[in-house]
């Protein structure tokens, strides 16, 4: 394990606090007008699934936990859990659904995931960074807008809703940043 300061937290990095592991969701950096700075962090413990918000001062140093991870391929859903296989041994293995969070929207067949373990148990799935995705239904563009500054909204096919550039139309494949949410660019 490595030690990081306070402030050095960053959405996604696995830490131990108070003799758990939790996985950080969000960040805020708040410099105040009196005294030093501090990050306000946002987690969810990766064992019981309970959430909390931390304060962490640049003088705080906190165990960046380094986890063990291991190639799976997404099969299906059954039921509330997710069943994935082994990309070695070809076992299967079914994790709880809520385990992804937010992400889950973009988990597609035979997807390739990254499943994070501690002590030889599975605690955390990861996507790739990026997925293609189809508009089904895109806002019109309003006269007079500048095709450098405006995005519109735009629904992509698992239902999640994506702010598009204005010559991005209905039936589109783009590429969307699942963790942030957000257009990439146009697939190719």
Request: glycine share 8%; proline share 4%.
């Amino acid at each position: 394990m490595a030690k990081i300061s306070g402030v050095d937290i960053r959405p996604g990095n696995i830490i131990e606090y108070e003799k758990g592991i939790w996985k950080v969701a969000k960040t805020q950096h708040t410099q105040p007008g009196k005294g030093g700075a501090f990050m306000q962090v946002e987690m969810k413990n990766l064992i019981d699934g309970r959430k909390t918000n931390v304060r962490f001062r640049s003088q705080d140093t906190i165990e960046k936990v380094r986890l063990d991870t291991k190639d799976f391929q997404f099969l299906y859903v059954d039921g509330d859990a997710l069943v994935f296989m082994d990309q070695d041994n070809y076992e299967q293995i079914n994790l709880p659904a809520d385990l992804l969070g937010d992400a889950m929207a973009f988990l597609q067949d035979g997807m390739e995931v990254t499943l994070e373990m501690w002590e030889d148990r599975p605690i955390s799935v990861a996507l790739p960074e990026q997925v293609e995705a189809t508009i089904v239904e895109a806002d019109a563009v309003v006269k007079g807008q500048t095709a450098s500054s405006s995005f519109k909204p735009a629904l992509l096919d698992n239902g999640v809703r994506v702010m598009v550039p204005p010559h991005i139309g209905s039936g589109t494949r783009i590429v969307v940043d699942v963790y942030e949410r957000a257009y990439v660019r146009k697939a190719d």
